[in-house]
């Protein structure tokens, strides 16, 4: 039998080596729960001196529905079409339409600058070069229904002209062409049409020298010296061809000369001529 002697003293006994915790749980609570506190009252912080930014930048000063007429003409940059959403166009929807939050038109829209340069770039130079055509009643009721922000009850700025048309319009007869609609109301109706019934005829389209001169001197700031600096990933040489020399009018424009926005543009130009 062992001796007292022999036994060892409880203070030396341990679980497996292990020693007592010297931080508590709740002390890696505690330091848990106050770095969320500081992440969250930085991102309020930050998010507080975004909306003053906003409030007082005139280069911010462009609401959603301002800003999906830009979108009509230049799908890449709309939020449906960009890998990550968070923060990026929240005021449009995105799953099934592509259109402005109807409560959220007239709000600032929330864009990354590059794209808000982008925007005013276009609408500086282009915007009111948009080209209409003809729009009937049945297409434009079909229109309201899908873009609904058109709609008197969302646009509080609308002309009383267009609100008397809108009252009557469910009346009017389908074939009823519409000319006296508001100039950014046609805009989007045009962008709305070739998005969803256009798309496959505006990428097969394959332009002439011949259609693409006639277009150019009708609506000059598409010209490459406006362009050249914006359209190295969609046309690496916009109109180069055009601009320093003098192509056969019935050979093809190659595809890198053409952005997404010219294409549009230059369908809209030719559908006009036909009277469609």
Known sequence: ??????????????SNGSKKDPFPFWIWLFFTALL???????????????????????FSQVTNREFSLFLW?????????????HAYLPGFQYLDKVTPIPDNAEELVQAPPYVL??????????????????????????????VPEWLPKWWHDAPEGYVKLIRELPSLPDDQLLEDLPFVVKQSF????????EGDAINAMTPTYGQLEPFLTTHPHYARNYWRNLTEDSAPNYLKTITYGHPDP????????ITP?????????????QGR
């Open 1 to 14: 039998m062992a001796s007292n002697e022999d036994e060892i003293p409880d203070s030396e006994l341990g």
């Open 36 to 58: 969320i506190g500081l992440f969250s009252m930085a991102q309020s912080w930050m998010e507080d001196r975004l909306s003053k930014f906003h409030a007082a930048s005139p």
């Open 73 to 85: 003409e230049n799908p890449q940059f709309m939020r449906i079409n960009v890998s990550s959403k």
């Open 117 to 146: 340069f982008h925007y005013h770039t276009w609408e500086r130079l282009i915007s009111s070069e948009s080209v209409v055509r003809p729009i009937k009643a049945a297409a434009f009721r079909e229109f309201l229904r899908q």
């Open 190 to 197: 045009i962008g709305w049409k070739n998005y969803f019934f």
């Open 250 to 257: 019935d050979s093809i424009v190659p595809k890198d000369e």
């Open 261 to 273: 926005f010219l294409r549009v543009a230059l369908f809209n130009f030719l559908e006009a001529k």
